[in-house]
């Protein structure tokens, strides 16, 4: 007869203050519903209709801004889940700058449709396995899909239809200004071979006041200041850099110095000042006649630089003086001194000019046959407010990192819903054909990619004229050649329109990139069984006192 050893009821495995979640309803249903609730917080932002999220930052910084990148960015997800579509979708921003939203929801759509798979008892892997199945069929079928591509010489007109739709999701209604502002920038800087262009060229400058129609582009560096000194304007003229502050050198000790007469009293001051004027002719006889400091400038310094007619121009963000240092190909120096040939950089023009009642610095560099200069153009936008300006922004910088993706792989898709829709249907044909429990998967996964003409026709029209919509559109799409039609926003007919023939496309390379990144998302959350927390370090928070305590 066997001994029955009586089992322990609390084997503690790990220490006090860990969190561990397991199984089918605590683990994967609940991180599915983590991740439906941030997908839900951006799907309204979606599309040329999407509404604006007002989020306050942990600093109390407002932002207004329908950038699913942007709202993702500013408030902090702690939700383990969840923070796993931020990454993808923040792989997304780095990797192609636009289609950060489609992540978002199409991971979302494809968590909501495994739950009812799971909840039915089928087992995690065979839905990883039917939406893994149907990413690699999307991804194929997708490269059939190409309607055109930018044409090989670039010109300004192609360069504008490929950023409208990109830009016309952030800023409706102004897309046509911005994409010719960001065509106009991006062909200035373009090189001859395109796929080296670099987004870092094509910089923004936000002057308050004024309306967007006032925006232009502006050949070069423009600095939202005026020079320190007199000199104002100077031509093809050497650039010395400075990091360090450029004024008198302060001991690192506190000193005492015993003066006996007034004539040491004069030579006290009169051996400092020699020194610095030494310091400046030496600066002058180099032929150095722009001089560009990273802090503080002191008022004898500047004395010294109006007499020997330098300009002399105070830029306080590092990233700026970087940019700068390689546009004028200078090298930024720590020490007050003459720079050797090898440290000086060069500019053709630097001069101060009016925009709009602001008086702001320009450092140009013109064109050479040779191309061995680095050109750069600055989009001078105009607004009434900060938090419009910031907004304009977003959808340059959105629009230019369109392009970059645009000129490494120039081909086009049709935009408005249209290659999802074609996509849903041709998967869930490949899913129809297949044996097993993952062809379920399979065809979930073509029903999800219906949600984005579907998030686009809701926030256009609502939600019962959207549903009317999308099924017009499967209608369209059963006739032959009816490939390319998608959500009309503007419903000018019946809410369908052919987006090849309107010019509505998209970047195929970030169509794939965005179907790759939220199926791995997807996945990654699908195949977790246990979440295990440990308890967050720091100690115990100090207890809040009533308000009329003292620090004490």
Not at 83 to 102: F, H, I, P, R, Y
Not at 498 to 523: C, G, M, P, Q
């Given at each position: 007869?066997?001994?029955?050893?009586?089992?322990?009821?609390?084997?503690?495995?790990?220490?006090?203050?860990?969190k561990q979640?397991s199984?089918?309803?605590d683990a994967v249903?609940?991180?599915?519903?983590?991740?439906s609730?941030?997908?839900?917080?951006?799907?309204?932002?979606?599309?040329p209709?999407?509404?604006?999220?007002l989020v306050?930052n942990?600093?109390?910084?407002?932002?207004?801004t329908?950038?699913a990148?942007?709202?993702?960015?500013?408030?902090?997800v702690?939700?383990?889940?969840?923070?796993?579509?931020?990454?993808a979708?923040?792989?997304q921003?780095?990797?192609?700058?636009?289609?950060?939203?489609t992540?978002?929801?199409?991971?979302?759509?494809l968590?909501?449709?495994?739950?009812?798979?799971?909840?039915?008892?089928?087992?995690?892997?065979?839905?990883i396995k039917?939406?893994?199945?149907?990413?690699?069929?999307a991804l194929?079928?997708l490269?059939?899909l190409?309607?055109?591509?930018?044409p090989?010489p670039?010109?300004?007109?192609?360069?504008?239809?490929?950023v409208?739709?990109?830009?016309?999701s952030?800023?409706?209604?102004?897309?046509?200004?911005?994409?010719?502002?960001?065509?106009?920038?991006?062909?200035?800087?373009?090189?001859?071979n395109?796929?080296?262009?670099?987004?870092?060229?094509?910089?923004?400058?936000?002057?308050?006041?004024?309306?967007?129609?006032?925006?232009k582009?502006?050949?070069?560096?423009v600095?939202?200041?005026?020079?320190?000194?007199?000199?104002?304007?100077?031509?093809q003229?050497?650039?010395?850099?400075?990091?360090?502050?450029?004024?008198?050198?302060?001991?690192?000790?506190k000193?005492?110095?015993?003066?006996?007469?007034a004539?040491e009293?004069?030579n006290?001051?009169?051996?400092?000042?020699?020194?610095?004027e030494?310091i400046?002719?030496?600066?002058?006889?180099?032929?150095v006649?722009?001089?560009?400091?990273g802090?503080?400038?002191?008022?004898?310094?500047?004395?010294y630089?109006?007499?020997?007619?330098?300009?002399?121009?105070?830029?306080?963000?590092?990233?700026?003086?970087r940019?700068?240092?390689?546009?004028?190909?200078?090298?930024?120096?720590?020490?007050?001194?003459?720079?050797?040939?090898?440290?000086?950089?060069y500019?053709?023009?630097?001069?101060?000019?009016?925009?709009?009642?602001?008086?702001?610095?320009?450092?140009r560099?013109e064109?050479?046959?040779?191309?061995?200069?680095?050109?750069?153009a600055t989009?001078?936008?105009?607004?009434a407010?900060?938090?419009?300006?910031d907004?304009?922004?977003?959808?340059?910088?959105?629009?230019?990192?369109?392009?970059?993706?645009?000129?490494?792989?120039?081909?086009?898709?049709p935009?408005?819903?249209?290659?999802?829709?074609?996509?849903?249907?041709?998967?869930?044909t490949?899913?129809?054909?297949?044996?097993g429990?993952?062809?379920?998967?399979?065809?979930?996964?073509?029903s999800?990619?219906e949600?984005i003409?579907?998030?686009?026709?809701?926030?256009?029209?609502g939600?019962?004229?959207?549903?009317?919509?999308?099924a017009?559109?499967?209608?369209?799409?059963?006739?032959?050649?009816?490939?390319?039609?998608?959500?009309?926003?503007e419903?000018?007919?019946d809410?369908?329109?052919?987006?090849?023939?309107?010019?509505?496309?998209?970047s195929l390379?970030?169509?794939?990139?965005?179907?790759?990144?939220?199926?791995?998302?997807?996945?990654?959350v699908?195949?977790?069984?246990?979440?295990?927390?440990?308890?967050?370090?720091?100690?115990?928070?100090?207890?809040?006192?009533?308000?009329n305590?003292?620090?004490?």
């Amino acid at each position: 007869m066997s001994l029955k050893v009586p089992k322990a009821n609390n084997i503690q495995l790990f220490k006090d203050g860990y969190k561990q979640m397991s199984g089918l309803e605590d683990a994967v249903l609940r991180n599915i519903e983590a991740v439906s609730e941030l997908s839900n917080l951006v799907r309204t932002s979606f599309g040329p209709n999407g509404r604006n999220k007002l989020v306050i930052n942990h600093l109390g910084r407002l932002f207004v801004t329908s950038d699913a990148a942007t709202i993702i960015r500013e408030i902090e997800v702690v939700h383990p889940a969840a923070k796993l579509l931020v990454m993808a979708s923040q792989a997304q921003e780095s990797e192609m700058g636009d289609a950060t939203n489609t992540v978002l929801i199409f991971a979302g759509e494809l968590l909501k449709r495994a739950e009812s798979l799971l909840v039915m008892g089928l087992h995690p892997s065979e839905v990883i396995k039917g939406y893994e199945l149907a990413c690699t069929k999307a991804l194929a079928e997708l490269e059939f899909l190409s309607t055109s591509q930018l044409p090989s010489p670039l010109t300004k007109a192609a360069l504008v239809h490929a950023v409208i739709p990109a830009i016309a999701s952030k800023q409706y209604g102004s897309e046509d200004i911005l994409a010719r502002l960001v065509a106009e920038a991006a062909m200035s800087v373009m090189p001859e071979n395109a796929k080296t262009f670099n987004v870092d060229n094509v910089r923004v400058v936000k002057i308050m006041g004024g309306s967007l129609s006032g925006s232009k582009v502006v050949q070069g560096m423009v600095f939202g200041r005026e020079p320190e000194g007199d000199v104002k304007k100077v031509t093809q003229a050497k650039v010395a850099v400075f990091t360090n502050p450029i004024d008198t050198a302060q001991t690192e000790t506190k000193g005492t110095v015993l003066i006996k007469s007034a004539d040491e009293m004069l030579n006290f001051t009169r051996g400092e000042e020699k020194h610095m004027e030494k310091i400046f002719n030496e600066l002058a006889d180099s032929g150095v006649r722009v001089i560009i400091a990273g802090t503080s400038i002191g008022e004898l310094a500047l004395h010294y630089l109006n007499r020997n007619q330098i300009l002399v121009l105070k830029v306080l963000s590092k990233f700026d003086l970087r940019r700068l240092c390689r546009v004028a190909q200078a090298t930024p120096l720590a020490r007050l001194g003459p720079p050797t040939p090898e440290e000086a950089g060069y500019v053709d023009v630097c001069e101060t000019v009016e925009i709009g009642g602001d008086r702001v610095t320009v450092l140009r560099q013109e064109p050479d046959g040779a191309g061995v200069k680095t050109r750069t153009a600055t989009i001078v936008l105009r607004g009434a407010t900060q938090n419009h300006l910031d907004d304009l922004e977003r959808a340059v910088d959105d629009g230019v990192a369109s392009l970059k993706a645009l000129l490494k792989d120039p081909r086009l898709v049709p935009g408005a819903g249209a290659t999802e829709l074609a996509l849903a249907r041709r998967v869930d044909t490949y899913g129809a054909g297949l044996r097993g429990l993952a062809q379920h998967a399979v065809r979930r996964f073509a029903s999800a990619l219906e949600v984005i003409p579907r998030t686009l026709a809701e926030n256009a029209h609502g939600g019962a004229e959207g549903n009317e919509i999308v099924a017009r559109l499967l209608a369209r799409h059963e006739k032959a050649g009816g490939e390319s039609w998608g959500v009309d926003v503007e419903a000018e007919t019946d809410g369908t329109i052919n987006a090849a023939e309107r010019n509505i496309v998209d970047s195929l390379a970030a169509k794939a990139w965005a179907i790759r990144l939220a199926t791995e998302a997807a996945v990654s959350v699908l195949s977790v069984d246990s979440i295990i927390m440990s308890r967050p370090a720091g100690g115990p928070k100090v207890p809040q006192q009533a308000g009329n305590w003292d620090e004490d």
